[in-house]
Every structure is written in structure tokens, then in C-alpha cells.
């Protein structure tokens, strides 16, 4: 089949982009500029701002002595292609091959597509009339070869759509920068007075290579269709979503759990193709009444595990209030996750055991709520309060050793209480101490253990603590706050050790 | 002489058969797990620490309850060396992680889970008897009444895991379907040669109920990552006591 390619020319992409997201700036003169060493460029400029004689890559102090009244704005780094990315994908309903051409276009094969409006004629007029209708300025031209609509889409002057077979007429005219080459060549070609494609186009091969290297001919052959060029056509993400519509409203729940199961099966299946797996899933159900009704389940390590998926939406069916009935189900994963692959050991379960654990703890966070699971790694604090940190997920490992030198209590008190003590001399140990109303008289002691408070976190005064054991046997953990001074220190009850 | 040989074997026979029904099997995996518990374990039925099962602890106060937690924690580090992972199921955590390691546990293998309403806590702490790959369960629960403790009892009969059920404060000490029930309190530690300082944690152990085994009482230091008998038994309970339990 004979193939036809179209490309489209975004003149002024990003402040086009600029003027839909704040449509006050249309018509003004303003720009986009980035620092580049020590000196704000312009990396884009309206077409207003064109008109003043104001382009790329000038400086911005230059700018504002042509025009004062210039607006600048900060360029967003990698805009363009996050842009032609998107406008490419929204093309796809033109054509289903459309590639991103850096930095200002697009090229779309439309081999086979046209008739489908009308002819190539009302083809083009409806993309650029839509694209036109969107605010962006655009040029565009359909050839034979990528090179020809290329060059013509920018530089040409006569017609847009140049008829099968006659690209080589259609490029004489144009000046070598149609051609794609590189700037080096072109300067090299334009000392040599060669403005046109046609100066050079019948000269020897031979003679071109020598003179101007190998690209000068590969891009004339593209551009004339001796020399085949491939597109990289962009691939929309397809949502990870799955629909299911019922013939009748549905309004029991092994209704719901059936359609979910055939749901869970189906993303299930393309998750294991594609070895990702879901982290939290929405499930939603459109009732006849046009109410939404929907649940929503996380896991604490990515999986795709249908029935294990199943269980943790089970528990929240009765949440959904059917009315009179659903009639479409939609089961959508909003955060979805790489699966580290494993290898299964033959004899050490702890891999699958631990897949088994965070089964068990979906479940739980599913139906109390995900604050109550935690784990503890060793902080490097001296300061109870600090010494130990919630870990982040259940493969954490801690980053240092647990500490066993020193006495820790194994209950501790969330907030330290406080006492009332008798101390034979300060620094000693106390005697006896009044806790809840109870008097405990000490018969063994050991300390102080001076812990200073982290001046760079909090102010405060520093705990001398100390491990006392009353004359039952029981084993406190006590501090004082502060030292002697004018005024008695506090005593305070902080832990209670086995 | 036959007949007789025949009916010692079949009394045997159905000896282990009441005890599995009972809940006590005794080889869970086919491995027995060393608790180091030393003369207590010949309170137990065959002188093993019934594993796969679910024992009751009680505290009356806060003193006896971090004995207790210090105790189970001394308990679970010989069930952790095997497998990985413990849950920690409280309505309010009172645990300082840091202290679990003198016990012989790696703290951060142990997940805990702080669930505020009992109920919830009851919960969670069925479905993690389920799971096989627990190591341990440990759940600190105020009240449970037998149809609960039921529940948990056959939880761990399908899954083998073992779970220990600490009540602080109870409001009555009722009947349970738990294997063991255990109080332990804080003793006076002993140093060497009246050295000052505080000694190893030592405890009182009672063991007031044991399902086909001996009640009794001892005492219990926690050194050296290991349970260690100094003191001899020091008591056993009056014999109608002993009729009653279980």
C-alpha cells in the first residue's frame, strides 16, 4: 500500500500551552526563560512577543530593552515532551500509528486513514481546525515520506498536500534546512550558495558524501523515499480497569461477590502477565438510581493474588448499600507496584512465609484501620521517647543494632508520672518513693544513668535514671529531672521492668 | 498375662488419643520446640511445653504484668529461633521494644498491633492463630469468656501456632478452654555476695491449671538468655487443689 505521513508543526508549543492555562496572557508578549550559567535564557516565546523580533536562546535583559513591557515566566523543564506525548496520544483517533517528533511536532502515519473523513483535504482541515480550536498555532503537510512532510510542514509555501510521487518537485524550492541536517552542514551549504534543495539535489552522490558526509545524502534519500524511516509510535497506558455491566440490577450480595471474583480474576491475570501487582484497588458500583457506591482496599506489599484480593473485599461488602440495584461494576487499581521477583527456596519458607504475614496484616488493616500495625527498628537516640522508630514497611531492616548494655524497662509509661521521693543525699538513689498512693520502700538500686536531652531537637532538662527494686521485689524504672539546685527536683516513674 | 499386655497397650493408646483431642498434640511439624524452661516442662503432659496450643496468663498489677510480659517474652524467643515473625496484639502497647532483645528476641521480627476496642483485639488476634506462618501470638486482652477462648482454641488446632493470652486485671478469673493458666509476680533478685546493684530478673512462676498435668509453683531467674532454677520447688499445691484444676 502506498504510504502517506502527516506532520504537524507546533510554532509556539509551550506558550500556546501557556495562554490555555491563563487565558489573560492572550495576545501579550511574554516569555519563558530558564538560568543558564549565571543568565536568564528565553527558551520560548509567544507569538506576540515573536512579532516585537524577540527569539529563543536570546537573553532576557536583551529582550526586556526591546520590549519593556515583556512578561516573563519560568520555563518547566521537559514540558515539551510531556505535551507532544500527550497530543500525540490524543491524535490516535486520527490514526493508530503517532509519534512524538522532538522538540515541536508530531508525525503521524496516516497510510489508508484519510477517506475515512472525506479525503486527505478535509482530513487535515479537521486536525487543525480541532488543534486551532485548542489555542495551539500549527502548520502541517502531508507527503509520502516523513522527510518531505517534514520540511514542508515547515518551510513550504504552496500547497500542504503534496500529491503521491511529486515530494521531489515539492522540496526544490525549499532552502536545506528542510532537510533535517545539522547546522554544521548547513552553514557549509549556504557559504557555498547552495539556498535551495535543487542546487545540490542532481549533484553527483559521490562529490555530496566527500563534501558534506554520509547524513546529507541519507537525509535527501528519506526525504524523497529512497531510504525507508521507521516512527515510533507512542503507546497509550491502558488503565488498569476493569468494566463489567449486568443485565439486570443486581441487589444481593453473592451478586456483588460474583461479579467482583470475575472481576479480581480477569486484572488479576493481566497482573501476573505484566509482574506487577496492585497496591490499593477501588471497586465501584453505579446504581439504577445514578448513586455510586464504592469500597476501597490497600495491601502493604504489592500483590496479584485474586483470592487473597477477594478476602480483603469481602469484609467490606456489606459497606455497599445496593438500592434498587447495581448495573455496572468497575474495578480500577489505583496504585499498582513492581513485584520483586523471588525465587522460590527449597528449603527456607520465610519468603513465602512472609507473603503469608503480609496477607494476614491486609486483612487486619482492611478491618481496623492501617495506624495499628507497627514494627520497630532501633533509632540511634539515647532518649527513651526517640530511642526506637515506627518502620516505614514489613522488609525494613533496622540499620542498627538493638542495644543491650544498658537497662531498659519492659513496660514503659507513655508519659512519665510523677512521685514523690525521699533522697538520703542528692544523687543517691531514693530511699523510699510514693507511687499511686503506695509507699515502696528501696532495697536495691543502681545508677544514675545520666541521659542529656538532644538540645538540637528539644529544650530541656537532662534524667538522671535509676533501676530500683522495692523490699517485694518489684523492679521500677525512676529518673529525676534536673539536678539540685535552689529548688527540689521533680521525681518522676517511667517504667516498670520484668 | 496377654490380656493384660493388650489392655496397657490400648490404655496407651487412648491415652493419646484424649490428649489430642484435648488440644495437646505432641509433635506439632514433628519438631519439639526447647523452651528451656527445664523442671517446669515435667508440670506438662509427657514432660513437653504444649505447643499449637493456647496458653492464659494473668496479672493483678502493673509490676506483675511486665513480669509476665518478661516471662512470655523469655517463652517466645525459643519459638522465634525456628520461625520468623511474632504478633503483638494489645488495646494499648505498655512494651518498650528496646527491652525485648535481653530476652533473646530480635524486636523488629516482632509486629505489633495496637487495636483499641477489645472486640477488634479479640479479632485480630483469632485471624493471626490462623496464620501459619506466625511464629507466636501474643495477645493482651483484659476479659475473655469461654465461648471466645473456644474460638481461639480451634484456631490453633488447624493452624499449630502457639498463642499466649495475657489478662491484666481480669474481672473474674473464670473458666477458659486454654491448656495452661499462669501467674507470674517479680521476686527479690539476688546479686553475688551482697554486691549493690539489681540481680537478673526473677520471677515467681505459678502454674495454677494445666490440662492433664501438674500444677505447681517456682521460682525462675531470667540470665544469661535462658530460664535458670536456683531455687528448688518450693511448693505443691494441696492435692484437692490439684483434683479441681484442669
Not at chain 1, 526544490?172 to 554544521?184: E, F, N
Not at chain 2, 493483678?60 to 519459638?79: C, H, P, Q
Request: charge should be neutral.
Amino acid at each position: 500500500m502506498h504510504r502517506r505521513f502527516l506532520a504537524i508543526w507546533f510554532r509556539h508549543l509551550t506558550t500556546d500551552w501557556w495562554v490555555r492555562k491563563h487565558p489573560e496572557l492572550k495576545d501579550t508578549a511574554f516569555l519563558l526563560a530558564a538560568p543558564e550559567r549565571g543568565r536568564m535564557i528565553v527558551k520560548a516565546v509567544s507569538s506576540a512577543a515573536q512579532a516585537k523580533g524577540i527569539y529563543a536562546n536570546m537573553v532576557v535583559a536583551d529582550c526586556r530593552t526591546i520590549f519593556p513591557a515583556l512578561q516573563v515566566f519560568d520555563h518547566i523543564p521537559g514540558l515539551e515532551r510531556k505535551l507532544l506525548q500527550a497530543l500525540a496520544e490524543w491524535c490516535i483517533r486520527y490514526t493508530p500509528v503517532a509519534a512524538v517528533d522532538m522538540p515541536d511536532g508530531l508525525m503521524l502515519d496516516i497510510s489508508g486513514c484519510a477517506h475515512l473523513w472525506g479525503g486527505e483535504h478535509a482530513y487535515l482541515k479537521d486536525i487543525l481546525n480541532r488543534l486551532r480550536a485548542y489555542g495551539y498555532d500549527v502548520r502541517a503537510a502531508i507527503a509520502d515520506t516523513i522527510g518531505a512532510a517534514w520540511g514542508i510542514a515547515r518551510y513550504g509555501k504552496i500547497t500542504a498536500i503534496i500529491t503521491p510521487g511529486t515530494q521531489a518537485t515539492a522540496l526544490m524550492p525549499l532552502p536545506p534546512h528542510a532537510l533535517r541536517l545539522d547546522a554544521a552542514i548547513i552553514a557549509r551549504l549556504e557559504k557555498l550558495g547552495l539556498y535551495q534543495v535543487q542546487c545540490f539535489m542532481n549533484m553527483p552522490r559521490s562529490a555530496l558524501r566527500r563534501r558534506f558526509g554520509q547524513q546529507l545524502l541519507s537525509r535527501l534519500d528519506q526525504a524523497l523515499g529512497q531510504e525507508i524511516e521507521v516512527l515510533e509510535p507512542v503507546c497509550p497506558i491502558i488503565p488498569y480497569q476493569e468494566r463489567l455491566p449486568v443485565l439486570e440490577p443486581i441487589c444481593t450480595a453473592t451478586g456483588i461477590e460474583i461479579a467482583l471474583k470475575k472481576m479480581l480474576d480477569k486484572l488479576c491475570t493481566r497482573f501476573t502477565e505484566e509482574g506487577i501487582g496492585l497496591r490499593t484497588c477501588v471497586f465501584k458500583g453505579y446504581r439504577i438510581d445514578g448513586n455510586i457506591q464504592q469500597i476501597q482496599v490497600g495491601t502493604t506489599r504489592p500483590s496479584s493474588n485474586a483470592a487473597h484480593l477477594f478476602k480483603l473485599f469481602e469484609l467490606k461488602i456489606p459497606i455497599l448499600e445496593p438500592g434498587l440495584g447495581f448495573e455496572l461494576f468497575i474495578l480500577e487499581a489505583t496504585k499498582i507496584e513492581d513485584i520483586p521477583i523471588t525465587q522460590d527456596a527449597l528449603w527456607n519458607e520465610s519468603a513465602h512465609d512472609d507473603v503469608i504475614v503480609s496477607e494476614l496484616l491486609d486483612k487486619i488493616t482492611g478491618k481496623v484501620g492501617a495506624d495499628t500495625i507497627r514494627r520497630y527498628l532501633p533509632a540511634e537516640h539515647y532518649w527513651p521517647e526517640r530511642s526506637v522508630t515506627i518502620a516505614a514497611s514489613i522488609q525494613d531492616k533496622p540499620a542498627a543494632d538493638w542495644r543491650t548494655d544498658i537497662p531498659r524497662p519492659i513496660h514503659i509509661l507513655y508519659k512519665p508520672e510523677p512521685i514523690e521521693v525521699s533522697v538520703p543525699i542528692p544523687d543517691y538513689p531514693p530511699m523510699l518513693f510514693i507511687y499511686k498512693g503506695k509507699l515502696h520502700h528501696v532495697s536495691k538500686a543502681d545508677g544514675p544513668e545520666r541521659i542529656e536531652q538532644e538540645w538540637w531537637i528539644e529544650e530541656g532538662l537532662y534524667r538522671d535514671y535509676y533501676c530500683v527494686e522495692d523490699d517485694k521485689g518489684n523492679r521500677y524504672w525512676l529518673f529525676r529531672s534536673g539536678h539540685y539546685n535552689s529548688r527540689e527536683p521533680k521525681w518522676f516513674m517511667h517504667g516498670f521492668f520484668a | 498375662m496377654h490380656s493384660k499386655a493388650l489392655n496397657s497397650d490400648l490404655i496407651q493408646y487412648l491415652q493419646k488419643e484424649v490428649l489430642s483431642l484435648q488440644g495437646l498434640n505432641k509433635s506439632v511439624g514433628g519438631q519439639h520446640v526447647n523452651t528451656g524452661l527445664g523442671i517446669i516442662e515435667s508440670a506438662f503432659p509427657a514432660q513437653i511445653f504444649p505447643t499449637g496450643a493456647v496458653h492464659e496468663f494473668i496479672s493483678l498489677s502493673a509490676e506483675s504484668a511486665a513480669a509476665t510480659n518478661g516471662f512470655i517474652s523469655g517463652l517466645i524467643s525459643s519459638f522465634m529461633q525456628q520461625r520468623g515473625m511474632c504478633l503483638w496484639v494489645s488495646t494499648r502497647r505498655t512494651v518498650f521494644p528496646p527491652a525485648l532483645k535481653v530476652f533473646g528476641i530480635e524486636p523488629d521480627r516482632i509486629i505489633f498491633a495496637e487495636v483499641a476496642k477489645p472486640k477488634d483485639a479479640l479479632w485480630v488476634i483469632e485471624e493471626a492463630l490462623k496464620c501459619e506462618a506466625l511464629a507466636a501470638v501474643v495477645g493482651e486482652v483484659k476479659d475473655l469468656s469461654f465461648t471466645e477462648s473456644r474460638r481461639l482454641q480451634l484456631a490453633v488446632e488447624a493452624s499449630k501456632v502457639t498463642g499466649f493470652i495475657h489478662r491484666h486485671q481480669p474481672r473474674i478469673e473464670n473458666t477458659v478452654a486454654c491448656v495452661t493458666r499462669w501467674k507470674i509476680e517479680p521476686v527479690a533478685s539476688i546479686t553475688e555476695d551482697g554486691m549493690p546493684g539489681l540481680g537478673f530478673p526473677r520471677w515467681n512462676v505459678q502454674l495454677l491449671k494445666v490440662r492433664n498435668g501438674k500444677p505447681g509453683t517456682w521460682q525462675v531467674e531470667w540470665s544469661a538468655n535462658s530460664f535458670q532454677h536456683t531455687g528448688r520447688r518450693t511448693q505443691q499445691l494441696p492435692a484437692i487443689q490439684k483434683l479441681k484444676a484442669g
